[in-house]
């Protein structure tokens, strides 16, 4: 489940990364920002580029109700001083926004789920999508968390990992389900090798009380 963002942030992070790679030739942003609600076939407009409250200035830009495309996004990387790597320069400010959170509960968890699920376009992986999921359930709630964790295991990506078990009896306690958290836990201990992690997830599904 997608979270709802500024639309700003949204624009933002789209105008940014615009054919910033070859095989991104447009970036979805949806919904649509306030003020292209009457697009309908598309037109050119001068858009001010402004990421995280830094304005790059106007830009020639071809917007449609679903996708913006610049005319010169090399350029306004630059302007916006972030680096031709996407990749690259989403990890760095999802680290900056942990970086200036005065605390776990204060940190802009909403701006980081945006930024994971462009990531996830930019560069997908397993491990992407299991990072927006702990965004998601910061931001919105482990519920809507597990629907992606749970999307994650059924691709039958990182079979055979005890991530997926872990993160899911993490979710899985934060909701109450506290019999099924704890048969998470247990299963990702029995799929670990490493003696740390294994004594932590015994200690998490201890905490949990015995089967019933």
């Given at each position: ?66 996708t913006v495309q610049l005319d ?130 015994h200690a998490k599904a201890a ?6």
């Amino acid at each position: 489940m997608l979270i709802p963002a500024p639309a700003h942030s949204r624009l933002a992070v789209a105008l940014a990364l615009t054919l910033a790679i070859p095989a991104l030739p447009t970036v979805h942003a949806r919904p649509v920002p306030a003020g292209f609600e009457d697009l309908a076939s598309g037109q050119t407009e001068r858009v001010e580029v402004r990421l995280f409250g830094q304005s790059a200035g106007l830009w020639s830009a071809w917007v449609t109700l679903d996708t913006v495309q610049l005319d010169q996004p090399a350029q306004v990387l630059e302007a916006l001083g972030l680096s031709a790597d996407a990749r690259d320069a989403l990890q760095a400010a999802i680290a900056q926004c942990h970086a200036v959170a005065p605390s776990l509960a204060e940190t802009d968890w909403e701006r980081i789920v945006v930024l994971y699920e462009v990531l996830g376009r930019v560069a997908p992986s397993p491990m992407v999508e299991l990072n927006r999921a702990a965004a998601v359930s910061m931001a919105v709630g482990p519920a809507e968390a597990l629907v992606i964790v749970d999307d994650l295991e059924r691709s039958g990506a990182l079979s055979g990992s005890h991530v997926i078990p872990s993160v899911r009896g993490e979710l899985l306690a934060r909701l109450g389900r506290d019999a099924e958290a704890r048969a998470e836990l247990l299963r990702a201990a029995g799929l670990t090798a490493n003696a740390v992690q294994q004594g932590v997830l015994h200690a998490k599904a201890a905490a949990l009380g015995s089967a019933g």
